[in-house]
């Protein structure tokens, strides 16, 4: 498979067509961005890092009955994958309360949400990700009131099976992002599950796993990524 023409440079990813139709490359790059867009930097490998995490759970995911668009790694940081038709929501998925839901409304950091909170942001760096409701992304014509219950249905299966995953490695899944897209009709997970977009804390000691590390300088954020990513495929040989 041949990368042709760059259709998409974002903050982290860098999205090529390819000489098959219906599939792209995304190539993880190491450049970490966080407080939209106000912190920036390169770190060697960390691309490969969350390209690596983001493979093996997604094809997780799949084996578990989640359609993603996840087809194939080329090396340790180019993903193929079907090019989806993109829909531009942040769907973020929470497990215990923790960034910006405890800065923004009276939950104690560290309590549990039970059952989990579903929060839908607006794609749009330019307007900062406003947070959405139901009624706003219809009207907005973002999806369909059907194509909504499918997210929020496709959202919660992810977060059982991840959060599952992640315990059996001693990890805590506090709350992740994702994306989706359409692929004709169906609506399939896209982009990344990785340390860039999960907030994992350790479960024994509470160190944080993830982005934290880079957003809040708590420590070497590549030695942690390293080890996160060795500990999530590690879990392969368990199931
Ligand atoms: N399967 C796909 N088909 C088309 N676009 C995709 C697919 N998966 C992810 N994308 C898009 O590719 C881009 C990935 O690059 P990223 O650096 O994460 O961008 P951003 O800065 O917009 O978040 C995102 O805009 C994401 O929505
Ligand atoms: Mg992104």
Redesign the pocket.
């Known amino acids: 498979m041949k990368q042709k023409k760059l ?9 090529y067509r390819t000489d098959t139709k219906g599939k ?1 490359i ?1 190539e993880f ?1 190491d450049d970490i961005t966080a407080f939209d867009g106000g912190k920036k930097d390169v770190l060697k490998n960390k691309g490969s890092y969350n390209a690596e995490v983001s493979a093996f759970v997604f094809r997780y995911l799949e084996e578990n009955g989640v359609k993603t ?1 996840f087809v194939k790694m080329l090396d340790p940081r180019h993903m193929v ?6 829909i531009p929501l942040e769907v973020i998925v929470r497990n215990i309360a923790a960034g910006s839901i405890v800065r923004n409304y009276p939950f104690k950091e560290g309590s549990k949400l039970n059952p989990p909170v579903i929060v839908i942001d607006y ?1 749009d ?1 330019s307007r900062h990700d406003p947070m959405l409701n139901d009624d706003l992304i219809v009207a907005l014509k973002l999806a369909t009131p059907q194509e909504l219950r499918k997210i929020k249905k496709m959202a919660l299966e992810v977060n059982a099976l991840l959060a599952r995953l992640l315990a059996a490695q001693g990890i805590t899944l506090v709350d992740f992002k994702i ?1 989706f ?1 359409r692929k004709g009709k169906t609506i ?1 997970l ?3 599950i990785s340390m860039d977009s999960m907030r994992l804390w350790d479960k024994k000691t509470g160190e944080s796993l993830d982005k934290d590390v880079y957003r809040f300088n708590k420590g070497d954020v590549m030695a942690i990524y390293n080890t996160v990513a060795t500990r999530i495929t590690r879990s392969k040989k368990k199931r």
Not at 7 to 15: I, Q, R, S
Not at 81 to 86: C, G, T
């Open positions: 259709l998409y440079a974002g903050k982290a990813k860098t999205v792209l995304v790059r668009h994958v079907n090019e989806l038709s993109m794609k760096d994306e897209g399939c896209g982009d990344e």
